[in-house]
């Protein structure tokens, strides 16, 4: 994802519990599950989402490798995992309703669910004020 800080976008900082990287993907733990979305900054950056491609759950994902695609009006950009572990749930309603991912990222626009393989990742990432300073 390449981003304008022209553009204005919902702040991160206005959601509590998330976790992110340089890249515009947000985590929410708890426990040893974790679920991954993609923030307000990135799905207003993108534009109205029109397709989503996750893998299939039982995939494992490694931190900061590719995972899958999502596309916009404007691009396809791939997806990058901020967390290894093994998906135990991706958000099948997506697939018929890929705008959810703009309407509300943080809540129903989830992406994966993933048991951790290495919480000790979640260290290197970002809280959300780490996010806000990275996209001013």
């Known amino acids: 994802f390449f981003f304008s800080s022209r553009r204005r976008h919902t702040r991160l900082r206005t959601v509590t519990g998330v976790q992110t990287c340089a890249l515009p993907i947000w ?3 708890a426990g040893d599950r974790a679920v991954i979305g993609i923030t307000a900054h990135a799905a207003g950056e ?3 989402v029109v397709f989503v491609d996750l893998p299939a759950v039982g995939a494992t994902l490694k931190q900061f490798a590719v995972f899958g695609a999502i596309e916009s009006v404007k691009a396809v950009s791939d997806l990058y ?4 572990g093994t998906i135990l749930a991706r ?3 997506l697939a018929g309703a890929p705008e959810t991912v703009n309407a509300d990222p943080y809540g129903e626009g989830w992406l994966l669910e993933v048991a951790l393989s290495n919480p000790d990742e979640l260290a290197s990432l970002l809280d959300a004020s780490g996010y806000d300073q990275l996209t001013a």
């Open 27 to 29: 985590v929410r733990v």
């Open 46 to 48: 993108l534009g109205d």
């Open 81 to 84: 995992s901020p967390i290894s």
């Open 91 to 93: 958000n099948e309603h």
